[in-house]
C-alpha cells in the first residue's frame, strides 16, 4: 500500500489526467456522473475496495472515462487484470440500480430543499392569518360589550329623553300652529256687486305673496297702493306670484275670467265669485288695515253732516225772526205816520 500511494496508479492517474483536461472538478464530475465523491476520489487513487461492490468498480470506472472523454470500454479491457472481475449482467442490473437509486434519491432531495425554501413563506402566512382572525375576535367581542353597555345607558335615560322629545315636539307643533296661523289672513267681503267686490282684513305682519292661477287664458292686472305690479295676458294653467309688503294698504285686481282665476293672499284664498254667484266680478279690491280708519272717518262725517245741519237750521230760524219783526214795525210806523 506505501508504494501504491507514493506512484499514483496507471487507471487512476490516466482518469484524474483525463479530467484535468477536461476542467472538471471533483464536484463538477460528482454532478455530471450521480456518483458520490468520495467513490471518485477511492477510484483516482485506485482504492476499490472502498467502493460498495465489484460490480460497482467498473460501472464506476466505464461512468468516470465517458464522461472525460474516454472511452469506457476500451479502457475496461486494458485495464481488465487490473479490475475486479464482475459478471456482464450483474453489472448492467446493479450500474441500473445505482443510477436509478441516486437520482431518485436527488429528486427527494430537490423536493425537499424546494419545500424548504417556501416554508419561512408558509410560516409568514399562517402567522399574519393567525393575528387578523385574534384581532376580528377581539373585534367582535368589544362591539357585542359595547352595545350592550349602549342597552342599559338608553334603558336609563329613556325617561329623561322621552319628555325631552315630548317638550319640543310640542313646542314645535305650537311653534307651527302660529305660524300657520300668522300666514292666514282674514278677509271679509264688506260690499259685493255683480261686477265689483271689496274686501277688509287686518294690516300684514310680514311680507306676503299674492298668487294668481289660471285654468283659462284670461287678461289680469294688479295694482298695489296705485302701483301698477301686473299687467298682462295669462295662459291657461299660467302662475303669477306677487310681493307684497306688510305695509301696503290697498290691493286692486282687475280680472278678464274671475270663474277660471284663483287667488291667494298668503295662505288664504280669495272668494272671487262667492261660489260662483257672482261669475262676472271684474273689479276686486282688498284693503289691509283700514277698518278702523274707515270707521272712524264715517263716523267724523256723520258728525259734519249733523253739525252743518244743525247750524243750517239756527240760521234759517233767525233770519225768520228777523223778518217778522222788521214787517211787524213797518205797519207801526206807518200807523204812527198818518
Known sequence: MSENEEKRPEVGKKLHDARVAKGYTLDDL???????????????DEKFDELPGDFYVRAFVKQYADTVGLDGKDLLKEYDDDLPKAKTDEYSEHIAQAVETRATSKRKLTKVNDARKYLPTVIA??????????????????GHRDSSTKIDNSSVK?????????????KKKSSSSSKKTSSNIKLTASTRTSSAVTFTGDALTKDTTLTIKTSGQAWNAVTVDNSQRLSKTMSANQTEKINIAKNAQTIVLTLGNASATTVKLGNTTVDLTQNKAYPNTRTVTIKLGNTTQSSSVSSASSSSVATNSASQSTSSTTGSSTTTGVSSSTPTTAASTR
Open 30 to 44: 460528482q454532478q455530471a456522473t450521480k456518483i458520490q465523491k468520495r467513490y471518485l476520489i477511492a477510484i483516482e
Open 125 to 142: 402566512i399562517v402567522i399574519v392569518v393567525i393575528v387578523l382572525a385574534a384581532i376580528w375576535l377581539t373585534a367582535i367581542v368589544r
Open 158 to 170: 329613556v325617561s329623561g329623553e322621552s319628555s325631552k322629545k315630548s317638550s319640543s315636539s310640542s
